[in-house]
């Protein structure tokens, strides 16, 4: 199908006038023109005007094994001629039922139960509730209400979520709405919070945590941690053993663990979920974004027998998870996260994202040797490139001069789709990405920063 000249000017036009975008300020979204995308192939998306673009963030972090992926597409429709939905309110779905097997086999040791939603806010927010309530029921006090989380940390954006958050800019305008939550500092190596270089910290981070479990281990029930890495934050990669030793801690002061793996669940640091890189067993791990292989809204939030077992009891007791949503364990989602799943498998999609990682790490090398950027992260095929006003002192660029934005439109013109966090660039494709995709990624972005900041 050809969009006609006038209908491609409608859409345009529509958009501007009927959609109110997220994250977006709209003001001077209407004064651009709008990127609309019709369709897409592999790691290549097409914008209405037949225009080529990688897809350099994945479609938002989501997108597994490229666009169009057969073996996806023929289960969605698969089940798409059986039934679209039914409720997973006290009946149950093949789909469903066949994924939570499928997830329990790779998720970490010890996760036993599975229960649904539709995105990686429900998924936390579910957790937290979870936490909360098995708590008062099984722990004879009441007092253990609380939540221990990080600075810089983001899990999404309903009211529970928000407030287990840490990143100012997004979280800061609701604390009226939001429960209290005890906020350790993260390890944000560049601009650590306690003025120390990486090698000769001794991990104080890991100090002050301990020192906050301490005070706080009466009045909390549970920790909220991103494994590995902080990725709204600007992928904060945290230094190595700083997982495995918060476990460590939880375990020690008796707080359930929360490994909120919603950005880096399904291969994205090299592994199926960060908690594997450092053998770490979390007592609740939630999932969204890559769970259907990009292709549908569902998510998940995994837990033991032991927290599962402390819900159970006869109706009147009303020890039940009072918590559920419509779309909960839709059959179209999950036939596409169970082909997602096969797909890791058959393709031995794990061992190409080690590889193409190695690969990337190298192509990143050479953006160290522009003047304005002061900071490369990365781990598997995440990566941050934080850009600065002034390298020496670490000053950041001012808001006004929104440079990250002006970065990414650049890279828009070269044929390349990313989005900023601030001023730091994120690339993060689709794990199907091919060495030469890859160089084409790195190349246009190291360009459009240049043409952005200078040499
Ligand atoms: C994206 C994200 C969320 C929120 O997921 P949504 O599907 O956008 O609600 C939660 N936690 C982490 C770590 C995320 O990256």
């Not at 609380?146 to 928000?162: E, L, Q």
């Not at 020192?211 to 549970?222: F, G």
Request: aromatic share 8%; proline share 4%.
């Amino acid at each position: 199908m050809v969009i006609s000249n006038a209908a491609r000017s409608r859409l345009a036009a529509h958009d501007k006038q009927h959609i109110w975008h997220p994250f977006t300020q709209m003001q001077e979204y209407v004064e651009e023109k709008p990127l609309i995308i019709e369709k897409g192939n592999g790691c290549t998306l097409f914008d209405i005007d037949g225009n080529a673009y990688l897809d350099g963030v994945a479609s938002l972090w989501t997108n597994v094994h490229g666009h169009r992926k057969a073996k996806l597409d023929n289960a969605v429709r698969d089940q798409l001629d059986r039934v679209a939905h039914t409720t997973l309110l006290g009946l149950s779905n093949v789909p469903a039922i066949s994924l939570a097997e499928k997830l329990i086999a790779v998720a970490p040791r010890g996760l036993t139960r599975v229960f649904y939603s539709d995105n990686g806010s429900t998924a936390v927010e579910i957790a937290l509730k979870m936490a909360f309530q098995y708590t008062r029921q099984c722990d004879g006090t009441n007092e253990k209400t609380g939540f221990i989380t990080f600075r810089n940390a983001y899990h999404g954006d309903t009211i529970g979520s928000v407030s287990v958050g840490g990143i100012d800019l997004f979280h800061e305008k609701y604390s009226p709405l939001l429960f209290t939550a005890h906020k350790a500092e993260s390890p944000y190596c560049y601009r650590c919070p306690f003025g120390l270089s990486p090698c000769a910290c001794g991990l104080e981070c890991l100090n002050r945590l301990e020192a906050l479990m301490r005070a706080r281990a009466r009045e909390v029930c549970a920790l909220v941690i991103e494994p590995l890495v902080q990725g709204a934050a600007g992928i904060l990669v945290h230094p190595p053993g700083f997982l495995r030793k918060v476990r460590e801690l939880c375990t020690r002061y008796d707080i359930l663990m929360i490994a909120d793996e919603v950005a880096v669940g399904f291969g994205k640091t090299g592994s199926m979920f960060a908690c594997d890189v450092e053998d770490v067993a979390p007592d609740m791990m939630t999932l969204a974004k890559g769970i259907s292989g990009g292709y549908l809204p569902l998510a998940a939030t995994l837990t033991t027998e032991k927290i599962y077992s402390g819900f159970l009891g006869r109706y009147e007791e009303f020890k039940t998870f009072f918590h559920g949503h419509t779309y909960t364990g839709n059959p179209l989602a999950c036939a596409a996260a169970i082909a997602n799943l096969e797909v890791f498998e058959e393709e031995r999609v794990l061992e190409h994202v080690r590889e193409i990682a190695r690969h990337m790490a190298e192509r990143l090398e050479s953006f160290r040797t522009l003047t304005h950027v002061g900071d490369v992260r990365r781990i598997g095929i995440m990566a941050g490139i934080e850009l600065v006003a002034d390298r020496a002192s670490r000053r950041p660029f001012a808001p006004e001069e929104k440079v990250g934005h002006r970065v990414i439109l650049e890279a828009r013109r070269r044929g390349l789709i990313i989005r900023p966090l601030g001023n730091v660039i994120v690339l993060m494709p689709p794990l199907a990405i091919s060495a030469e995709e890859i160089d084409r990624l790195c190349q246009i972005t190291f360009d459009s920063i240049r043409a952005v900041t200078g040499p």
